[in-house]
């Protein structure tokens, strides 16, 4: 048996715990036999929703703290002053050895602060990202820097190139997975100061696939497996392909219910079209790692249920057994 | 009788000139007496698309030229070179005051040139921003700028502020329209280095009706009428925009002709979901003007077919008649 994958899970984290948490968190510990789950939060809410559930005892622990850093709270005061709080008690668990990753669906500039100052980077690595998988028309991309760091250098969306790509391969599976720099044409020399910059650094990377510039436009037609971008440009690519998904899907259930006929057509098409859509939601593919850390750190909608809780736990199962933070140390770090 | 409104109409820009430009141009003059199209380009083979029209001949004349601009052309060296070109022929009809505006499907890139270099920027207007309006869940709103600046500067961003906000309530007829500042959370201290010190500049203009940070989520939602950006970011929005709907429109008919039974449905809600998908398309609200210069330069598709060609061509009435540069320059100008 390989060695088991310790994660410290926020108890207390996002709109929907500990409900929710707690439901994934024990679906996570019955899915899959190498995970041992630290249950971080209020001992006896926590105890209380796990009443519901049969697991493996020895698999699932609470781990008490007192406090929650609320959504609005300042982060970085927060996680300087709440220290008996779920979160900052997750990271001092990865920080400390005791687990490998910590998956929270909390307040993100707490997660963002907490991973850099409490949790740490690795050393050489500038700046950790944020990188969520979206989805395009064929499968799902790594999005990175998606929040975590606005106005970067190119030295560091040559670092996030290079973590995605190890990401993609290692633990989506993407073989040679195409790098592709976020920009506002195709061509070289197109684009703004960071990525014309950028551009002739990722072509003298020989350790990644870089195919070059994709526009916005062709992100969601699945052209790259690894879209690189400072954060500001990604968190509006991320925004955008939910908020247009939403209005869209909106305004065709509008339409669907415009009429006698279409009503009864919309009966026949839902069931297709609600397995179609649910490929298409950034919803369905776990939680977003904080990658270049000493340890894993994921963050998790806001509005997790219990299917994306579990999945974001399972998710550091490849993340440790591919060796991911051994493979950034040896390929990236200068 | 109003003064007639004389409108330089690119013949041969575009995927689809000159038959739709053509089309366009007579489906303009037939919908409105009060203008007058000039269409530039080949006169034989616009002479020949004409043929099969009926209109009033003294509203629509050819002017010759016999170069072209492709796409795929540099467009400063393209702007420099061809003077007998479609663009350029227009832009000095429009420099000279024989037209009130021009109209084209061609090269973004020569279009943006020739707007600053030939037609020249109204004094005092430090950059002039493209701004298509893009559909959202309730109407319309003003993306500004998408394509003209990047790496802009925040006194450049008031003043898209202000002119888009001219542009809303004169041109489309929006009272005191909303301006938000796209960003990446709501809060005034969110963002990066432009935005940051954009915000409380846009909080200190009294003649604008400023609303705070735009999430890119809230975008197709409709919460601003004139939402403010530099051109890389106002980009990713519009291609998001373009690309998620086109996606998610191939995913739900994929999804739609997955079975029988949602073959059947699918036929049954057709009619009702092109009407729908119609008001949130890109193409369904003429062109995109570049603000700030001494004429009206609007920019249509590349992909325009004639009833994008007429609404653009019937856009610059409003412009003219609305005394938009008159105002730009009463209200902006230092």
């Known amino acids: 048996m390989s060695e088991m994958v310790n994660v410290a899970v926020d108890g207390m984290g996002g709109d929907n715990a500990p409900a929710e948490t707690v439901k994934g968190a024990v679906n996570a510990v019955v899915a899959d036999q190498r995970v041992k789950v630290f249950l971080v939060g209020k001992e ?43 979160i ?93 720099l ?45 879209l690189v971008c400072e954060a500001f440009a990604g968190n509006i690519v991320l925004k955008m392909l939910e908020g247009v998904s939403d209005a869209l899907i909106h305004k065709i259930k509008e339409g669907m219910m415009s009429s006698f006929k279409s009503k009864l057509g919309a009966l026949m098409v839902k069931p297709a079209l609600k397995k179609t859509l649910k490929s298409f939601s950034t919803e369905e593919y776990g939680g977003a790692p904080l990658l270049g850390l000493n340890g894993l750190v994921v963050k998790t909608h806001g509005s997790s249920k219990a299917i994306e809780i579990q999945n974001s736990i399972l998710q550091c199962i490849a993340f440790k057994e591919q060796n991911i933070n051994q493979k950034i140390k040896e390929q990236i770090v200068p």
């Open 44 to 86: 006896p809410v926590i105890k209380e929703e796990l009443k519901k559930y049969t697991y493996d005892r020895a698999r699932l622990e609470i781990v008490h703290t007192e406090e929650v850093i609320e959504t609005g709270e300042p982060p970085v005061m927060a996680i300087r002053q709440k220290k008996d709080s779920s």
């Open 88 to 180: 900052v008690k997750c990271m001092y668990m990865v920080k400390d050895g005791q687990c490998d990753a910590l998956v929270s669906a909390g307040s993100t500039g707490a997660i963002l602060v907490g991973g850099q100052v409490i949790v740490g980077r690795i050393k050489g690595i500038e700046r950790p990202p944020l990188a969520p998988l979206i989805p395009n028309m064929n499968g799902i991309s790594l999005l990175l820097d998606c929040g975590a760091n606005v106005d970067a250098k190119p030295s560091q969306l040559v670092q996030f190139a290079r973590m995605g790509s190890i990401y993609m391969e290692s633990v989506i599976g993407v073989k040679n997975p195409k790098v592709g």
């Open 182 to 226: 976020v920009n506002i044409g195709v061509e070289e020399e197109k684009g703004n100061a960071l990525t014309k910059e950028t551009y002739p650094m990722l072509q003298k990377c020989p350790e990644i696939n870089f195919i070059g510039n994709v526009e916005a436009r062709d992100i969601p037609m699945g052209v790259a497996d690894v």
